[in-house]
């Protein structure tokens, strides 16, 4: 709708600069996802070593997963075309890198660095565990990718294929109209957002992530059908959006089961531990939604 600059100006030795929607909207997103998590960590009485470690480690992995977001784009357009370009970014890709990156490093601390660690900053003195976070961690994530794919509307990317439908919306990047995907998707994560949170708050439901990867999985999946910009091929037959979403479903499925027989044999269940400030103490809640 608006893929131009919104802010302007000049910086000393860079020349001109310009700020657009597309990034405001993936800022806002970014720091509303850690502002909820920040809240969360408080609100779950995870202790301040929890809350620095994984907020730190999931400020790193966000950056890992924007670079990869534009590594996974590049490696399918150097594989359709034979041209290796650095810089547009695909979601999916730009989620594997952080989470497999969060996963590395949070493992590598609490696994191989804590044990063995003599100072005492160092050691694992966390009061929660990831299996703590991951219920409420996709929460975060889909909050901060509604506002990404409002950015991606704002910038006339990522839209769908040509229709003269009512709702059909022609953008500076399109020569006609077409079907507004990314609003479409945005709606979906907001509501998925506000499913998660009161299935996570409300009836204290531990399994958002495998929620979230079949919710998103099968949406993507058939969202696909009507995107219009075409990012490149990878498995015959499938977008690459499409294999990566199926992926995501049979990694969903896998999450419950894991979650049941190991996932939750891990959980500290810091809210119903001592509160850190006795002065915030709160009502204890159960730890799960069985």
Not at 83 to 95: A, R
Not at 181 to 206: D, P
Not at 253 to 271: L, S, V, W
Request: aromatic share 20%; hydrophobic share 50%; charged share 10%.
């Amino acid at each position: 709708m608006y893929p131009y600059g919104l802010i302007h100006g000049l910086m000393p030795g860079s020349g001109v600069y310009d700020i657009y929607l597309y990034g405001i909207c993936m800022a806002v997103g970014i720091i509303l996802c850690f502002v909820f998590l920040l809240w969360t960590f408080s609100y779950k009485n995870f202790n301040e070593k929890s809350t620095d470690i994984m907020l730190f480690v999931g400020v790193l992995a966000t950056a890992i997963g924007i670079l990869f977001a534009m590594l996974f784009q590049s490696v399918y357009n150097y594989i359709d075309s034979g041209d290796w370009s650095f810089g547009s970014m695909t979601f999916l890709g730009g989620l594997i890198g952080g989470v497999g990156f969060y996963l590395l490093f949070y493992f590598g601390y609490t696994r191989l660095v804590a044990p063995r660690a003599k100072r005492q900053w160092l050691k694992n003195d966390m009061n929660a565990t990831l299996a703590d976070a991951v219920p409420f961690i996709p929460i975060g994530i889909t909050m901060a990718h509604a506002f990404g794919r409002l950015g991606c509307f704002f910038a006339g990317c990522c839209y769908g294929v040509k229709t003269d439908a009512w709702y059909g919306i022609q953008f500076a990047t399109t020569s006609t109209k077409v079907v507004p995907t990314q609003l479409f998707e945005c709606i979906f994560l907001v509501l998925l957002t506000i499913i998660m949170a009161l299935l996570y708050f409300k009836f204290h439901f531990n399994c958002n992530f495998g929620v979230y990867c079949i919710a998103y999985g099968v949406w993507r999946f058939v969202l696909e059908f009507w995107r219009g910009d075409y990012r490149g091929s990878f498995i015959a037959g499938l977008t690459p959006s499409q294999f990566w979403c199926i992926v995501m479903v049979l990694l969903g499925i896998g999450y419950f089961f894991a979650y049941k027989y190991i996932f939750k044999k891990h959980m500290k269940h810091p809210e119903l531990q001592p509160p850190v400030n006795p002065k915030k103490a709160k009502t204890v809640e159960g730890p799960d939604g069985e």
